[in-house]
Structure formats: C-alpha cells, structure tokens
C-alpha cells in the first residue's frame, strides 16, 4: 500500500509562512482523496484540509479556511499545505491521510509520521 | 464545525465490555453512515480501527464494533485487554467536503 512522508515543519513566527509537503510512494496516489488533519500537544486531533483525487474539490476547517491552501501534483504524487498567516493556535503535528482506497473517501486509513510545526515568537 | 462530543475517560477491567460514545448533529453522524474511529498510542500515528459505522479495515480485530443511532455513534470494546489502553477518536464526514472528529477518549484498563 502506498506510504505517505512530510516534510516541510518548523519554527515560524506568528504572522508567517510555511508550506508543508506530503510525498507518497507510488502512483497510486493519484487514484486518492488526500486530506490533512493535526494534533496539538496534548489536544485532539483536527481535520484541516481535502482535496479531491484530481483535484477538483477542496475544504478546509473554518479555523484555517482563507489562510491555509490544499493542492497536489499527482505527476510528483506530492500534496502540499500552503499556510499562511499563521497563529500561535496553528501550532500542532501537521499529518497527511488518505483512505489510500478510490472507493471511499471518507476515513483515514493510511497516515504519513507526521511533521512538527511550532509558531513562536 | 464543532468538534462530536466524547467522554473524556472510560475504564473497565481486563475481559470486560466497554462501549464509547461520539455525539454530533444531524449535520454529520445522523446525516451520514461515515463514522470512523481511530485507535492512539502516546506518541504514534492514528490507527483507523472502523469504518463506515461499523466496518473493519483489514487486520482489525472483531472486539471492536461499530454502531450509530440518531445523532450519537458508538464504539464497543469486547473482551478488554491491556493493549487497548489508548486514546480513540471518532470522526465524521459534515458534508461539502468537510470532516469533524471528537475531543477523544482516553481507555483505561483497570
């Protein structure tokens, strides 16, 4: 099945950028709804963001919508989190999840290790 | 968005039943038969043990056991061990591309 690794956390200032990236294992990728979902420390877990297999939807939680943007290549099978204007609360493990199944869309079967994003003055 | 609502805390000893509950809307659990929880360990990646309610992704053991009535969904831990102590969080699909989860559940085992 496919694997999915992050990349991109760090220690940003309030107010700041970041862009996160998701990179699967095979082609397969392509065939699947991808989303983001967090975890602050010692909170729940938080779904951020969906895009469709080709792209053709999106989402997001109204806690990051117009500040986070989801996109994907499928010809590089990366998925990436354009945050922007980022806030102390967006401070949290960022992990990519898929179903990793084209047939369903709506659980996380599969998830990356997840990447630390710590927003800090 | 608000977040399902979990009991914070259930316990029960070794061979017991528990049973975990997830409430939420019309506007997500009583909307939708997409319901899925997921097991956590401290420090490790969720681990999605039903689905769709009540279905089991491969490799699940049987002891857990989806179900949803109304707006309030349910997790049911058979013959308890002291390897499912861990947190669980339910999760629902809202509509428009949209997911919600719970505030989780952390399992004790006496």
């Known amino acids: 099945q496919v694997q999915l690794v992050e990349s991109g956390g760090g220690v940003v200032q309030p107010g700041g950028s970041l862009r996160l990236s998701c990179t699967a294992s095979e082609s397969t990728f392509s065939s699947y709804g991808m989303h983001w979902v967090r975890q602050a420390p010692g909170k729940g877990l938080e779904w951020v963001a969906f895009?469709?297999?080709?792209?053709?939807?999106?989402n997001y939680a109204d806690s990051v919508k117009g500040r986070f943007t989801i996109s994907r290549d499928n010809s590089d099978y990366t998925l990436f989190l354009q945050m922007n204007s980022l806030r102390t609360e967006d401070t949290a493990v960022y992990y990519c999840?898929?179903?990793?199944?084209?047939?369903?869309?709506?659980?996380?079967?599969?998830w990356g290790q997840g990447t630390m994003v710590t927003i800090s003055s | 968005q608000s977040a399902l609502t979990q009991p914070a805390s259930v316990s029960g000893s070794p061979g017991q039943s528990i049973t975990l509950s997830c409430t939420g809307t019309s506007s997500d659990v009583g909307g939708y038969n997409y319901v899925s929880w997921y097991q956590i360990y401290p420090g490790k990646v969720p681990k999605l043990i039903i689905y769709d309610v009540n279905k089991w992704p491969s490799g699940i053991s049987n002891r857990f056991s989806g179900s949803k009535s109304d707006n309030t969904a349910s997790l049911t831990i058979s013959g308890l061990q002291a390897e499912d102590e861990a947190d669980y969080y339910c999760c629902s699909y809202a509509g428009l591309s949209t997911w919600v989860f719970g505030g989780g559940t952390k399992v004790t085992v006496l």
């Open positions: 895009i469709h297999y080709d792209g053709s939807k999106k």
């Open positions: 999840a898929t179903s990793g199944d084209f047939w369903r869309e709506y659980d996380f079967d599969i």
